[in-house]
């Protein structure tokens, strides 16, 4: 596999990662905190985080990558480059999962990451940027919020003090459970990136909908949250006249209507979604005095959000005044719109041609760690399809070839922001 | 108040009842089981409610009525007519209670008829046909279903048998329960009634809204009730693009809405109210795949309560091909519309011209024990005002002036249908 003339490694197509090793990698690592039906029940910070962590610093080690910890319990471990000023190209994720999870959301993006050192090693090629693979910790955000924890800290989204001050619904802190486990570590955080690379399942429909192998991920979808209250007036169901209603349910239900219009405007990338409802007294024969409800706009630009937020709030007044209720919007959350380095995109879209996987340009739906990287690093990510679309879930699936073609792609990437020896 | 020429008294305008101590029967009634916010919680077949039938019979007996108790616990207190041959003319209602329930609903019913047989003995008139006053058991149906199970008994809707045997969430049967507080009669059920009329809070807003003070009630809506169940698929709220959605809670949306547009339809008279709604998983960022909900409607005409369904059985039919879920309707509880009869309406009528009340023509909504003994004697209604037309509350209320101007009226209806003698 070496060039004869300049003695360098030949990368690119050339070079391929082991696919059977990534996938029986993916099998092992699911054991820990294995679900009858097949899935991953691994909450952060538990014993069974702890586990999963041994293992990954376990293979880590294994590979001859230094393994280091951050204060939130992030974990690195790095390949020694030819320069070592040069900031790390890294390739990360979370192995944290839902209650209900998947084998591959977050453990896919670590162990593709750990799969392209285990490549170079075969092929002893040598990197310019050292190569490093990034855990991070609390992605899920199930049992700790904030979401995205490890790399929200990391990029000085949030204070470490705050991270390390978070509780769980039984009062114990982010710090006391990282010092139990034994990964609160004392290695600097927030230290240079290169460039960030994440591979991760769509956790959406689009690339098996339409036929392709390589989501090239351009960026993510900014999002703002809402929480509604519509109050009107409980009411009997029999003897009170239509017209004389006070019917939160009905001013509800048509705001969902409103919801989702609001989101078909901003096509295709929009979204819209009321996820949570809550209807009080929610008795069959009461017309319902007070719903409460969530309401998740998504949208690739700001002004994009802007203007569903002023469709909603309009449509809450309108919606407030035909029924008679009074509506309150309450904006809980808010994530700016993210846009993925462009060289990084394109070494992305330059590994996928190179294998000739039929791919796509995608926009990310879901907030990941590569998100936050990307407010300090030159970052982008790549997806491969996941089995109907379906994740947060046991039944959470992906063909081995794909989880092998994002891999290749990964370590095509990296290769090319990292630069090869010769 | 004696005829100079017959030595009959004068009914009608000139007779009337004693407001003060009606009132005050209400509110020493009200203190069995009173609540903090100044309701009732008096649960059928309680100590409370036990306390409350005790009560009620020392009245009866104090008042000279001779009392009897049928097999599933209806409480029966007789005046005697002249004519021992005639069924008796009965005023009644039920004293049990919403868990959170007022003062009015139900025992107004029962205290006005105790108040008509006070009067009467107060001016010493006699009636041709006995008078009489019945005490339902559990008319509302919170701890045993089904709802207005004495009367329904009485009218050979449910079997006495099937009615015995239901029980509560703690597995105690009805007849235990009568048996241990003491009203497991051995009168018969079911025996003849010459006329029934039932005075009752509206629980609506109609006659507050209009200035009324009686409702002459004409009858009662029919009612069908079904369970719905949409089914579409979970999904992100971020990476799902909106046309690939199987959005339940947008489905279930449309419907409510379709319902009520259905309601509005059948004006004046019809209703249509989804009060229970359940969404599931009922997470902010997931689009849900199931929400159960249901839908009463209510209409004065079979033929109405059947363009009701087919255009429900069409928006289900029409919604679930626009939100490519599945849709399920299924019907669970049908109430008949009835009719009550046009003599003891006009009696009722009769007596709120008599006394000048404004009054008003008006459908009761809801189902109450007159719609069952109305299936097997001539019966009407009396509906008077409630503040906001709030009942099934705490904070249930009516004017001291409305609850004497209602019984005014039942007095009147019940000396037209018992007849005077002289």
């Excluded at 092998?404 to 090869?420: D, Q, T, Y």
Aim: net charge negative; aromatic share 6%.
């Amino acid at each position: 596999m070496n060039d004869v003339a300049t003695g360098a490694p030949r990368v690119g197509a050339g070079l391929k990662i082991d696919a059977d090793r990534l996938w029986q990698s993916l099998m092992d690592l699911a054991q820990i905190g294995a679900t009858p039906l097949g899935g991953v029940r691994r909450i952060t910070l538990t014993d069974l985080d702890r586990q999963g962590r041994d293992r990954v610093v376990g293979w880590f080690k294994a590979a001859g990558l230094e393994v280091r910890v951050d204060p939130i319990g992030n974990l690195f471990g790095q390949r020694a480059g030819r320069d070592p000023q040069r900031p790390p190209v890294v390739a990360g994720s979370h192995i944290d999962t839902q209650p209900s999870g998947g084998k591959f959301d977050g453990n896919y993006g670590v162990l593709a990451g750990l799969e392209v050192v285990r490549t170079l090693n075969d092929h002893g090629v040598q990197t310019d940027a050292p190569i490093e693979v990034a855990v991070w910790t609390n992605e899920e955000g199930t049992r700790y919020t904030p979401v995205m924890m490890g790399s929200g800290v990391f990029a000085g989204v949030f204070p470490l003090d705050y991270a390390l001050a978070r509780t769980d619904v039984e009062g114990k802190s982010v710090g006391d459970e990282l010092q139990r486990i034994g990964y609160a570590g004392t290695a600097p955080t927030g230290t240079p990136v290169g460039a960030y690379f994440e591979a991760h399942i769509e956790q959406g429909p689009i690339l098996e909908d339409t036929k392709n192998t390589i989501g090239v991920v351009m960026g993510a979808l900014g999002q703002r949250w809402y929480d509604v209250t519509v109050t009107g007036m409980n009411a009997h169901a029999g003897p009170t006249p239509m017209p004389l209603r006070k019917d939160a349910l009905l001013a509800a239900s048509k705001l969902v209507v409103a919801v989702n219009r609001i989101a078909h405007e901003q096509a295709p990338h929009g979204r819209g979604t009321v996820g949570f409802m809550q209807v009080a007294p929610n008795s069959r024969n009461v017309v319902p005095g007070e719903v409460k409800f969530s309401v998740d706009f998504r949208h690739p630009t700001d002004d994009g959000l802007r203007v569903m937020e002023v469709a909603l709030r309009t449509a809450c007044v309108c919606v407030g005044a035909e029924c008679n209720v009074e509506v309150k919007a309450e904006e809980v959350v808010y994530f700016p719109p993210c846009h993925f380095d462009l060289e990084c995109v394109a070494a992305v879209r330059a590994g996928a041609q190179a294998f000739g996987y039929p791919h796509l340009e995608i926009v990310s739906g879901a907030g990941h760690d590569a998100v936050y990287v990307a407010r300090v690093a030159p970052a982008a990510m790549i997806f491969v399809p996941c089995k109907d679309g379906i994740s947060h879930n046991e039944i959470e699936d992906a063909s081995p070839a794909d989880i092998a073609a994002g891999c290749n792609v990964l370590l095509h990437a990296m290769l090319a922001r990292a630069g090869v020896a010769g």
